[in-house]
Structure formats: C-alpha cells, structure tokens
C-alpha cells in the first residue's frame, strides 16, 4: 500500500506515526515545502529529514484561495507516485476544490482521496453561526477573529467548499471521536469517518521511562507539584491555572506549580505569578524539546493540570503514571481521561473548581497513585504509536475495499 500525504512541515508526534507505517509495510511518502509553511504556527516544532524513514518531497507553496497556501505541482506529483492512498488536511484540501487538474490525477490513477482534518476546528455545517457565538475565534495574540461581516461570508465559502470535499471523499481519518458526530454533517458517511486516535512517540518514551527510574531525581522530591506542559500561549489557559493554584496554597504551603515551555505569554504569566504573590512557588523552564527532559520533569511530578486546550501533553503525562485534570474543550480529552478513573474533569473557566480538583488528589496519595496507575494502562493498552498506527492501517484498508 502506497500511501502520499500532504503537510506544511512534519511535527515530531506525525514523524514517529509515519516512521511506525513504514516499520509495518507500508510505502510513505509526503509532500512538504522546502522551509516551514506560513501555515503553521509559531513555536510549533517542525522536524528536518534526518529521522524520516520515509520518502520526502520537496514543493514550493503558491498563494491560493482564501489566502492559503498550496502545491501546484501535486497532480504531475499524483502522476509520478501513483499513490493509492492520498491523505490532505486544511488548508491544503482546498486545491482538490480549485484545481480540476488535481481531481482529473486522482481519478486517472485510481487514487484514494482521503480528508484529515482537526475536528474541534470544524463547526457541524448549518450551524456555523451558533459555533462561533460559543467558541470564539482568536489569533496567537489573542485578538479576535470572528468579528464582522467578512468572517462569516468567509467562513461560509470554507464550509461549502470543505462538504464539497467531503462529498467526493473516499474516507476521512480524525483524532477524536467528536469527528463522528461533525463530518458527516458534510455529506460523508458517517462509516467512512474513521477515529484514529493521537499518539506520541509512545516507544520512546516508555524506553526512557524505563531508563529514567534508575536515575536521580531531576527536582527534590515534592508529592504535592503539579506540572503544565505546552507551549504559553492564551488558549492554554495557564493564567487560569495560576489562579486555581494561588487557591491551592493556603491548603498546600509546600506546594508547587511546574510549567514546562515558553511562548509569547511567558511575561504575563511571570507578572501575574508576582502579583498572585505565589512566584515563590512557580517554576518556570523554557521550551523543551528533549523526551528524556520531558521525562525528568513529569516523574518528578505528582498531577498534570491542563486548564485549556492541549494536545499531546496529555499523552505525555499519562505515559508517566500521572493523574490528569483537564476541562472538555475540544473532544479530544473525553477519548483520554475517564472522569473519577484517570484524572478529573472541572468546569471549563472555572478556577475554583479546577483548584477543588487538585486539592482533592495532593489530599489523597492513593487516589493519586491509582488514577496514575489507570492513565499508564490506557497509553500501555489503547492509545499508543502501535494501536494508533494500527488504526491508520485497517482505515485505509478498508477505504481501499469500498
């Protein structure tokens, strides 16, 4: 099975995911632009060539529609690889709707036309107007987007393009099981919608795992520090965080709060620290990159508290036995953490609650310890870069049969 993906760089989670296709027989190969895309965003670490086992393909992006970017060489490239599988995701399906050359490739080659798409990022079609009341949109800077005129005629151009897409798709691959209930609002069956889950480089970091038991401690032993990881920008929600744990203290004097990474808010969130009066018992770190680093910081930890959208530090903390407190903001938690089994989940904004949920595990080590224990079996059992991979595989084997 040959399967050709489009993306604007690789991110370290996608390289072990594709690396682990090949290791079970599949051919890869991927289109990206020389440098990183435009279309990601700042602070999100791409990976280079070296620890790719899988082919790459070099393309220039064009401006296209929508002011996105695009490869106009993909049909020549549909006709030179002849894939079975082609895999795209926002905004790079957009060219299937702007370029009938692309289509006519697919078609003569007999290729799979495969969506991939972040579901929370999708509002369900025909709704679009009551989405974006209850999720604004924002830029890295938190300036809001959603405003206007022109966004909606925007936003309504892009939905009736993407049900077109989805309309003439053979399947699609989401993350979250909140992609059952989204894309087939946009006319593809909801059969055809396959949750893959996400994963990490789950391998490695079991095997550093394994290896970091042995070593010291990277920080002195303390059973009540709880840890953030992710880079600091707003839709993190790390000053909320800060605010349920100023609360934690008067119960918890010894408490701390560990914050892995760095971002654009990393001076607010050091001032709001200050003038919480708690910077005593705040450690920041700056961006980390290294999974043995990640490691250290996360067994030298007791809770993991997510107080806005996350992605792969769920996993990360998980695959280190930690308990999990999260808020339901994207769908992609509730396929994660089990609330009362594996962690907690608090009202979403909700300060005091998300403190009364760390306050109850530093107040019960064994609850700690089990909900740890639960978080590993499930990254050990059910979510892993094998499992995951696993669900690529038997997605596109069936897209293949329809």
């Given at each position: 099975?040959k399967?050709?993906?489009?993306f604007?760089?690789?991110p ?11 290791d ?14 435009a279309m ?11 620890t790719?086992?899988y ?6 992006e064009r401006k296209?529609?929508?002011?996105k970017?695009?490869?106009?060489e993909?049909?020549?490239i ?10 795209v995701g ?7 709707f702007?370029?009938?050359?692309l ?9 799979k036309f ?10 369900p ?9 209850e ?9 809001l987007?959603?405003?206007?005129l022109?966004f909606h005629?925007?936003?309504r ?17 989401v993350?979250?099981?909140?992609g059952k ?9 909801e ?9 990490n ?5 079991l095997?550093?795992?394994?290896e970091?038991t042995?070593?010291q401690p990277?920080?002195?032993?303390n059973?009540?520090r709880?840890i953030?990881?992710?880079?600091l ?5 790390v000053d ?8 934690v ?12 990474g760095?971002g654009p808010?990393m001076?607010n969130?050091?001032?709001?620290a200050?003038?919480?009066?708690i ?25 993991y508290?997510l ?11 998980m695959t280190?036995s930690?308990?999990v407190i ?9 396929d994660?953490?089990c ?7 608090f009202?979403e904004?909700d ?11 530093f107040n019960?080590?064994?609850l700690r310890?089990r ?10 059992n059910?979510?892993?870069?094998d ?8 997605a596109y ?6």
């Open positions: 099975m399967v050709l993906y489009v604007g760089g690789i370290p989670y996608a390289n072990a995911l594709l690396n682990k296709l090949v079970k027989g599949l051919e890869i190969a991927v289109v990206i632009p020389p440098g990183k895309s990601i965003g700042k602070g999100v670490r791409v990976i280079g060539r070296e790719a086992n082919r790459i393909i070099t393309s220039e296209s529609v929508l002011n970017t695009g490869f106009r993909l049909p020549s549909i006709y030179k690889e002849k894939p079975d599988i082609f895999v926002w905004p790079f399906f957009l060219q299937y702007t370029q009938p050359g289509r006519k490739a697919l078609k003569k080659c007999k290729t495969v969506m991939r798409e972040i579901p929370f990022q999708v509002p079609y025909g709704k679009l107007r009551s989405f974006y009341r999720h604004p949109v924002y830029d890295e800077d938190m300036n987007l959603n405003n206007g022109f005629i925007r936003q151009a892009v939905a009736e393009i993407r049900r077109y897409c989805y309309s003439k798709a053979d399947g699609a691959v993350y979250s099981s909140v209930d989204i894309l087939p609002t946009y006319n593809i069956p059969e055809l919608v396959f949750v893959t889950y996400n994963a480089d789950s391998e490695e970091l095997r550093i795992r394994q970091l042995e070593e990277l920080l002195p032993q059973d009540q709880v953030h990881m992710g880079r920008v707003k839709w993190k929600r909320l965080l800060m605010d349920a744990f100023s609360k203290l008067p119960h918890f004097p010894g408490a701390e709060l560990l914050i892995v760095d808010e001076r969130l050091k001032k709001q200050c003038d919480l009066k910077d005593s018992r705040v450690i920041f770190t700056k961006g980390v990159y290294d999974n043995a680093l990640i490691g250290k910081y996360l067994l030298a930890s007791s809770v508290a107080a806005g959208m996350g992605g792969l530090s769920i996993n990360d903390a280190f930690l308990p999260c808020s339901v903001c994207d769908g992609t938690e509730q994660l953490v609330d009362g089994v594996n962690g907690f989940f009202r904004n300060a005091a609650d998300l403190s009364e949920k760390i306050i109850a595990l019960d080590p064994g310890k909900m740890g224990e639960r978080s590993f079996e499930i990254i050990r059910r979510v892993n870069l499992t995951v991979s696993d669900r690529y595989i038997n084997r069936t897209i293949l049969s329809v």
